[in-house]
């Protein structure tokens, strides 16, 4: 493993900012760890990066301890959420910037700079003021510069998160393209859920200074470890539940469940896809009323209520079926859309 933390602590004030959290991160791997303020996530990174020291456990790159190591002499990039340029260089300046603290002579440094701003495509912007970039331009830049000492590890902390909603969908997308045509090793910290599915080989999820869940982008969406978990990715339809066989007794009722699920005492995932409207109050099934809904584009988020004492659900339905607010509907669910969770 190119990277590995072992016991990894930090405490602030007798708390424990990181909770002895094992984590490995291969060589050539991307991997983005997700966690709500406070979970441990921005902790984590600084202690890689040698800018946070560990009170106990260890932090390893390439088997080699690191406690008495200096950031400076770890091989490793970090790019911040601010993008930190020097306003008194230009954009040739900056990203030559980790090259000239390392000796680099001017041709070596020309031609990285070259190379680097051609590679996230602002070819021609060598002798631009940082100042008259946009954000999205500025982020490039610090990537570039991140990237110019060529570290074994690029770290980014909350890299997309000042830019606007549509800059970020499409740089995510040509960052994965990036480093996978570099082969870059990359551990980045966000909050954002969308970014992190997209960018990652692997999702960690953290909770109060530990690791909650470690896995591809697919397992995690599909498997939530726990009700946490879940929660935290967005799914509202969460609820305890006693499972016997294929079925969940449930405040819904009584929910079909995938076979194999563990049995007993559990909470329980309904997607908001395997909430099924039947026309009409008499279409059978759970009788709900329409108490709001939000236009995603094609589908159509609705907030269920039903009747007597069962929490909301959440469901989406094509925007052609969605019924209005104050409507009845009856509801059906899809085991296929349903997870047990530990």
Do not use: Y
């Given at each position: 493993?190119?990277?590995?933390?072992?016991?990894?602590?930090v405490?602030?004030?007798g708390?424990?900012?990181l909770?002895?959290v094992?984590?490995?991160?291969?060589?050539?791997?991307i991997?983005?760890?997700?966690?709500p303020?406070?979970s441990?996530?921005?902790?984590?990174?600084?202690?890689v990066?040698?800018?946070?020291?560990v009170?106990?456990?260890?932090?390893l790159l390439?088997?080699?301890?690191q406690a008495?190591?200096p950031?400076?002499?770890r091989?490793?990039?970090?790019?911040?959420q601010?993008?930190?340029?020097?306003?008194q260089?230009?954009?040739?300046?900056?990203?030559?910037?980790?090259?000239?603290?390392r000796g680099?002579?001017?041709?070596?440094?020309?031609?990285?700079?070259?190379?680097?701003?051609?590679?996230?495509?602002?070819?021609?912007a060598?002798?631009r003021?940082?100042?008259?970039?946009?954000?999205?331009?500025?982020?490039?830049?610090a990537l570039?510069?991140?990237l110019?000492?060529?570290?074994?590890?690029l770290?980014?902390?909350?890299?997309?998160?000042?830019?606007?909603r549509?800059?970020?969908?499409?740089l995510?997308v040509?960052?994965?393209d990036?480093?996978?045509?570099?082969?870059?090793?990359?551990?980045?910290?966000?909050?954002?859920q969308?970014?992190?599915?997209a960018?990652?080989?692997r999702?960690?999820v953290m909770?109060?200074?530990?690791v909650?869940?470690?896995?591809?982008?697919?397992?995690?969406?599909?498997?939530?470890a726990?009700?946490?978990?879940?929660?935290?990715?967005?799914?509202?339809?969460?609820?305890?539940?006693t499972?016997?066989?294929?079925v969940?007794?449930?405040?819904?009722?009584?929910v079909?469940?995938?076979?194999g699920s563990?049995?007993?005492?559990?909470n329980l995932?309904v997607?908001?896809?395997?909430?099924?409207l039947a026309?009409?109050?008499?279409?059978?099934?759970l009788?709900?009323v329409?108490?709001?809904?939000?236009?995603?584009g094609?589908?159509?988020?609705l907030r269920l209520r039903?009747?007597?004492?069962?929490?909301?659900?959440?469901?989406v339905?094509?925007l052609r079926?969605?019924?209005?607010?104050?409507?009845t509907?009856?509801?059906?669910?899809?085991?296929?859309?349903i997870?047990?969770?530990?």
């Amino acid at each position: 493993m190119l990277l590995s933390l072992e016991g990894a602590t930090v405490r602030f004030g007798g708390r424990a900012a990181l909770d002895a959290v094992d984590l490995a991160v291969a060589e050539h791997e991307i991997v983005c760890v997700l966690g709500p303020s406070g979970s441990g996530k921005s902790t984590l990174l600084r202690a890689v990066a040698g800018l946070q020291a560990v009170d106990a456990g260890q932090v390893l790159l390439d088997g080699r301890d690191q406690a008495r190591v200096p950031a400076h002499r770890r091989g490793v990039g970090l790019m911040f959420q601010d993008h930190q340029l020097f306003p008194q260089r230009d954009v040739a300046g900056n990203v030559a910037f980790g090259l000239r603290m390392r000796g680099a002579g001017r041709e070596e440094q020309a031609e990285r700079v070259r190379e680097l701003l051609e590679l996230v495509g602002l070819p021609d912007a060598g002798r631009r003021g940082v100042g008259t970039l946009s954000g999205g331009e500025q982020q490039r830049v610090a990537l570039a510069r991140a990237l110019a000492p060529r570290p074994r590890l690029l770290m980014l902390d909350e890299p997309l998160g000042q830019l606007d909603r549509t800059l970020r969908e499409r740089l995510v997308v040509e960052l994965r393209d990036l480093f996978g045509r570099l082969g870059t090793t990359v551990l980045a910290v966000t909050h954002d859920q969308g970014e992190a599915f997209a960018l990652a080989d692997r999702v960690v999820v953290m909770r109060d200074g530990r690791v909650a869940q470690s896995g591809s982008p697919l397992e995690v969406w599909q498997r939530p470890a726990d009700a946490f978990v879940a929660r935290f990715l967005g799914f509202e339809n969460v609820v305890r539940a006693t499972v016997a066989g294929t079925v969940a007794d449930t405040p819904w009722g009584k929910v079909p469940v995938p076979g194999g699920s563990a049995q007993g005492e559990r909470n329980l995932l309904v997607r908001p896809s395997g909430v099924r409207l039947a026309a009409g109050s008499g279409g059978g099934g759970l009788r709900c009323v329409v108490a709001a809904r939000t236009f995603q584009g094609a589908q159509v988020s609705l907030r269920l209520r039903p009747e007597g004492e069962a929490p909301e659900l959440e469901a989406v339905c094509p925007l052609r079926d969605a019924p209005a607010p104050g409507e009845t509907v009856g509801v059906l669910f899809d085991a296929g859309e349903i997870a047990v969770l530990g």
